[in-house]
């Protein structure tokens, strides 16, 4: 199988193209090539198929084999790779993606002398709605909400941005001690599919740091998602404007919800480290 290694802000990804569906063994691929260990070494491996609604389809397979319905930084390497290996027009810088869970995004590129340096996604517009995020709780907006795991409690905002979000407010994000609650939170009864933890603290009301937990791939790097809820969260408890930097570990995302359209978008880079060939 040829692939191609690559990362949004050190969020890593094994990128696979040329192939009509996605194969019937994805999950068991997954675990095998994701392992940094005895595989290929990745959050995730990431097929770009063809659609029938939008230029090509993204299909996300988690580390731990688990798939899931969106991936911000996974969009913006997919749509690199798509420009720069002659996917789509050279002339064009418009393309549109398609997800599971967030439908056809629109995807921006800038492009110098032939490569993408900055890509920005519409990432569509939140949802708030407690049950469809989902959580356990019927109510119009998840603000601040209690919620205790081992004898800690913490106050959540959950959003989904095609994938579901519990974004937490800490003194020191930076610092978190992700492995202690990440895992716990990530599988608390109050998320019936589970969660991602975006552990965030606001800087300036257009400056926040972010560490996550991510859902089937545990700590990484960056999340794009992540980042956009963490910014709608921030709005909503009116700690943040409508736009801000994002600083995860990996490095910076520019996150706008529009008041315009109510579409949050997401603005950063994508990087391919190399390609390689591999015995499936």
């Known amino acids: 199988m040829n692939f191609t290694k690559m990362h949004g802000l050190g969020n890593d990804f094994i990128v696979v193209a040329g ?3 996605l194969p019937v063994d994805a999950n068991e691929l997954a675990i095998r090539l994701c392992s940094r260990f005895f595989g290929i070494g990745a959050d995730g491996l990431v097929y770009i198929l063809p659609s029938k609604i939008a230029d090509y389809q993204m299909r996300i397979i ?3 084999g688990s798939e899931s319905e969106q991936c911000g930084n996974a969009i913006r390497c997919v749509a690199k790779y798509i420009y720069e290996h002659g996917m789509m027009d050279a002339s064009a810088t418009d393309l549109t993606v398609e997800t599971i869970g967030a439908g056809a995004q629109q995807v921006q590129l800038t492009v110098a002398k032939g490569k993408v340096t900055a890509v920005r996604v519409d990432m569509g517009e939140p949802i708030l709605q407690g049950a469809l995020i989902p959580t356990v709780l019927d109510q119009e907006q998840v603000l601040n909400h209690p919620i205790e795991v081992d004898g800690q409690q913490f106050h959540f905002t959950a959003v989904s941005m095609g994938n579901p979000h519990c974004v937490i407010y800490v003194d020191d994000a930076v610092g978190f001690d992700l492995a202690e609650w990440g895992p716990k939170l990530e599988k608390h009864p109050m ?4 969660v991602n933890v975006e552990f965030t603290t606001v800087k300036a009301r257009n400056a926040m740091d972010m560490r996550v937990w991510e859902r089937g791939a545990g700590p990484t790097l960056a999340c794009g998602t992540g980042a956009c809820a963490s910014l709608v969260a ?3 408890n009116d700690v943040s404007d409508r736009s801000a930097t994002v600083s995860l570990k990996g490095g910076d995302l520019f ?3 529009s008041l315009v359209d109510n579409h949050v978008y997401m603005t950063g880079p994508a990087e391919q480290v190399y390609e390689g060939c591999i015995s499936i």
């Open 19 to 21: 192939q009509q569906e």
């Open 62 to 64: 988690n580390s731990d």
């Open 191 to 194: 998320f019936p599919r589970r």
């Open 234 to 236: 921030s709005v909503l």
């Open 255 to 257: 996150i706008e919800w």
